[in-house]
């Protein structure tokens, strides 16, 4: 089974990396993919979203595996998870250590979350760079887009010129991101005809399509 990597890649703190992370693991999975996910974030977030998905559901869901690793590991685990399903995301550690070149490597395509704010457009380039390193595709996404079309516009030419891929699917600033993680679940689970879930599933669409 040739799996699709796809490593999820922000060094700036606070981006919505793992959020995003296990929302698209979920609505891979809703697409019917056997999907791992690889969570090497010191902070093992995901990891915890996971075992509470497990106390809350019983099962975390059919096709869906996290698996927590860090170190000269990772590139072996990266790989035999690919052995054995369709999907293998990465939640990358949010400094460039040596984990998230590993993961970076490993990709066939990196998604970078990025905040329409200057602060958070600024500091995504370190992040673009290290990919371009490493010789990895990148597809850039606004998320937490904020109904401010003035300051995303503004936003948009500056994230343009970097010349890196930018998806077309946008990831609104909505509290039901945080409050699905919160009950182990993902948004497609709380509310599947939410604008959220539509977001997130059409985000997910663009990344299997293009990795």
């Known amino acids: 089974m040739a799996a699709k990597i796809i490593t999820v890649a922000q060094q700036k703190g606070g981006a919505g990396k793992t959020t995003l992370t296990a929302h698209l693991a979920v609505a891979f999975t809703a697409a019917r993919k056997k999907v791992a996910v690889v969570d090497i974030d010191p902070q093992q977030s995901l990891t915890m979203w996971y075992q509470?998905?497990?106390?809350?559901?019983?099962?975390?869901?059919?096709?869906?595996?996290?698996?927590?690793?860090?170190?000269w590991r990772v590139r072996n685990e990266v790989d035999r998870l690919a052995r054995e399903h369709e999907v293998v995301l990465i939640?990358?550690?949010p400094h460039a250590e040596t984990e998230a070149k590993i993961a970076?490597?490993?990709?066939?395509?990196?998604?970078?979350?990025?905040?329409?704010?200057?602060?958070d457009v600024w500091a995504t380039r370190p992040t673009l760079e290290l990919a371009a390193g490493e010789g990895a595709a990148v597809l850039l996404v606004l998320n937490r887009v904020p109904p401010r079309a003035k300051l995303t516009e503004e936003m948009l030419a500056d994230i343009k010129g970097f010349g890196a891929g930018l998806a077309k699917a946008q990831i609104g600033n909505r509290v039901v991101f945080a409050s699905a993680l919160s009950e182990g679940r993902a948004v497609g689970e709380v509310q599947p005809s939410g604008k959220a879930a539509k977001e997130i599933a059409a985000l997910a669409k663009e990344i299997l399509k293009k990795a």
């Open 52 to 71: 509470m998905r497990e106390r809350q559901l019983g099962d975390a869901g059919a096709g869906l595996l996290v698996s927590q690793i860090k170190g």
């Open 91 to 93: 939640d990358s550690p």
């Open 104 to 119: 970076v490597r490993a990709a066939d395509l990196v998604v970078v979350p990025v905040q329409p704010s200057p602060m």
